[in-house]
Nanobody
Framework: QVQLVESGGGLVQPGGSLRLSCATS????????MGWYRQDPEKERELVAS????????YYVDSVKGRFTISGDGAKNTVYLQMNRLKPMDTAVYSC??????????WGQGIQVTVSS
């Protein structure tokens, strides 16, 4: 049973930073890619950032480019999302996601990020 466990969310003021962590129950290199989605109740779920574990190629949605950075640590079986210069529009539930070579999708339980003064 693959588990993805998120941590690091919470309440932060606009302009602040948070780092989300996604710890996996197996090597991050057993997945083709890992990423972070977010969903606000009033919006559709969107892919925020993803990384190819094979070559470290990263993708970012336009709204977070230059502010968010996704990275992986193979020794800790963990993927991170460093979020800087946070805005109220970044408020959402963030979920870790992984896809393995067979096309199986795995999800974390989700973690709340609230950006508010």
């Amino acid at each position: 049973q693959v588990q993805l466990v998120e941590s690091g969310g919470g309440l932060v003021q606009p302009g602040g930073s948070l780092r989300l962590s996604c710890a996996t129950s197996r090597s991050i290199f057993s997945f083709d890619s890992m990423g972070w989605y977010r969903q606000d109740p009033e919006k559709e779920r969107e892919l925020v950032a993803s990384i190819s574990t094979g070559d470290n190629t990263a993708y970012y949605v336009d709204s977070v480019k230059g502010r968010f950075t996704i990275s992986g640590d193979g020794a800790k079986n963990t993927v991170y999302l460093q979020m800087n210069r946070l805005k109220p529009m970044d408020t959402a539930v963030y979920s870790c996601h992984a896809v393995d070579p067979r096309g199986n999708n795995y999800w974390g339980q989700g973690i709340q990020v609230t950006v508010s003064s």
